[in-house]
């Protein structure tokens, strides 16, 4: 296959972040995506109606003109959350789900939960209101091991908590594990997965691929092998509870580039054309549209965009770098190449 012409994709998991940093990033998800469910972790995090409202705003004045694009906002749950929130971003339908960042689990989380307890008469309005939990599911014990995280958070809180919450809709976001794989596609279908591109492309060896490489560092760290292709089979496998969302994370370079850099891929300028690649290479690029455009919107109870994208087999070359505010940001496959453009 040398073209692909799919529904338009969406991406169910962005960070755009705000201020200066909007027109610089939201074109590229604008370009590719009919819709974009937009992360939270802002500084200060977005964990009102009235604030996510006008963060859409922000990110609407971003998008070119022209151009059809539609930012799906979420709030972040604390522990101060109330259930009016809840009711209100329920009623409101640019409003579509609460994040749960377990507190110290990756950027910006401080704000976040310490333990489920404080949040349970919250997470029961939302069942009520058939609002979505997105749940950042990494352990956060300090003594946890990184590589083990995701696994210890399914045992020893996903796991709970769905029992407890047996209505709740939940999208277990970014897995990187077999584990996860396995047990998203056991449970009952209120439960859905995202997959990024870069877990379908890479594994943990990028990160020290000739020396430490920031740009391969994001949260969930990349894994080994065996389960990077547990994710490709899920995300080519047609089940509807595997869906596109990139988790890109766009970090100003010298944040990256430091003794202490911060977490996060910049995916968002060949998003759909890495996962394209990523299809291809399994043989699978006619599960591409299901996964990518179907699968999502099933999920969250909207219909599919009614346009389409072509993907032509044509390389090119990814620049070094794209300006991000007043500094920059350093793509993935940063003056490499990819294998697939998007035709206009
Ligand atoms: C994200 C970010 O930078 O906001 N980073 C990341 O590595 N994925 C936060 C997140 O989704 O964990
Ligand atoms: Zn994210």
Same mark, same amino acid.
């Given at each position: 296959?040398?073209?692909?012409?799919?529904?338009?994709?969406?991406?169910?998991?962005?960070?755009?972040?705000?201020?200066?940093?909007?027109? /610089?990033?939201?074109?590229?998800?604008?370009? !590719? @995506?009919?819709?974009?469910? &937009?992360? +939270?972790? %802002?500084?200060?995090?977005? #964990?009102?109606?009235?604030?996510?409202?006008?963060?859409?705003?922000?990110?609407?004045?971003?998008?070119?003109?022209?151009?059809?694009?539609?930012?799906?906002?979420?709030?972040?749950?604390?522990?101060?959350?109330?259930?009016?929130?809840?009711?209100?971003?329920?009623?409101?339908?640019?409003?579509?789900?609460?994040?749960?960042?377990?507190?110290?689990?990756?950027?910006?989380?401080?704000?976040?939960?310490?333990?489920?307890?404080?949040?349970?008469?919250?997470?029961?309005?939302?069942?009520?209101?058939?609002?979505?939990?997105?749940?950042?599911?990494?352990?956060?014990?300090?003594? /946890?091991?990184?590589?083990?995280?995701?696994? !210890? @958070?399914?045992?020893?809180? &996903?796991? +709970?908590? %769905?029992?407890?919450?047996? #209505?709740?809709?939940?999208?277990?976001?970014?897995?990187?594990?077999?584990?996860?794989?396995?047990?998203?596609?056991?449970?009952?279908?209120?439960?859905?997965?995202?997959?990024?591109?870069?877990?379908?492309?890479?594994?943990?060896?990028?990160?020290?691929?000739?020396?430490?490489?920031?740009?391969?560092?994001?949260?969930?760290?990349?894994?080994?092998?065996?389960?990077?292709?547990?994710?490709?089979?899920?995300?080519?496998?047609?089940?509807?509870?595997?869906?596109?969302?990139?988790?890109?994370?766009?970090?100003?370079?010298?944040?990256?580039?430091?003794?202490?850099?911060?977490?996060?891929?910049?995916?968002?300028?060949?998003?759909?054309?890495?996962?394209?690649?990523?299809?291809?290479?399994?043989?699978?690029?006619?599960?591409?549209?299901?996964?990518?455009?179907?699968?999502?919107?099933?999920?969250?109870?909207?219909?599919?965009?009614?346009?389409?994208?072509?993907?032509?087999?044509?390389?090119?070359?990814?620049?070094?770098?794209?300006?991000?505010?007043?500094?920059?940001?350093?793509?993935?496959?940063?003056?490499?190449?990819?294998?697939?453009?998007?035709?206009?």
């Amino acid at each position: 296959m040398e073209r692909l012409t799919i529904l338009r994709p969406d991406d169910w998991h962005l960070h755009v972040r705000d201020g200066e940093a909007l027109p /610089s990033v939201v074109p590229f998800s604008a370009r !590719r @995506f009919g819709r974009a469910i &937009l992360m +939270p972790n %802002l500084k200060p995090p977005i #964990t009102t109606v009235d604030q996510a409202l006008l963060y859409r705003e922000r990110v609407l004045a971003a998008v070119p003109e022209g151009v059809q694009f539609e930012p799906l906002m979420t709030l972040y749950l604390t522990e101060q959350t109330s259930a009016a929130e809840v009711e209100r971003a329920a009623v409101d339908p640019r409003v579509v789900a609460v994040k749960l960042y377990p507190a110290g689990a990756t950027t910006n989380s401080e704000a976040g939960v310490h333990s489920l307890e404080p949040v349970y008469g919250v997470l029961e309005a939302m069942a009520e209101h058939g609002l979505p939990l997105l749940i950042h599911g990494e352990d956060t014990d300090p003594a /946890s091991d990184i590589f083990d995280r995701e696994e !210890r @958070f399914i045992e020893g809180t &996903l796991v +709970p908590l %769905l029992r407890r919450l047996p #209505t709740l809709k939940v999208v277990l976001e970014h897995i990187t594990t077999a584990t996860a794989v396995e047990f998203v596609g056991s449970t009952s279908k209120r439960v859905a997965a995202t997959i990024t591109a870069h877990h379908l492309l890479l594994n943990r060896n990028a990160i020290f691929e000739g020396g430490l490489r920031p740009h391969a560092y994001c949260l969930p760290v990349l894994k080994r092998e065996r389960h990077r292709r547990a994710l490709v089979e899920a995300a080519t496998s047609g089940n509807p509870k595997f869906f596109l969302g990139t988790d890109s994370a766009p970090h100003p370079r010298d944040a990256k580039e430091s003794a202490c850099g911060c977490a996060g891929c910049f995916t968002a300028h060949a998003a759909i054309e890495l996962y394209a690649e990523a299809f291809d290479q399994a043989g699978a690029l006619d599960k591409l549209e299901g996964f990518a455009s179907r699968f999502g919107p099933a999920f969250y109870g909207l219909d599919p965009n009614n346009t389409r994208v072509t993907l032509e087999r044509s390389e090119w070359q990814v620049p070094a770098s794209y300006p991000f505010g007043s500094g920059e940001v350093i793509p993935m496959r940063a003056g490499e190449v990819v294998s697939w453009r998007l035709t206009d």
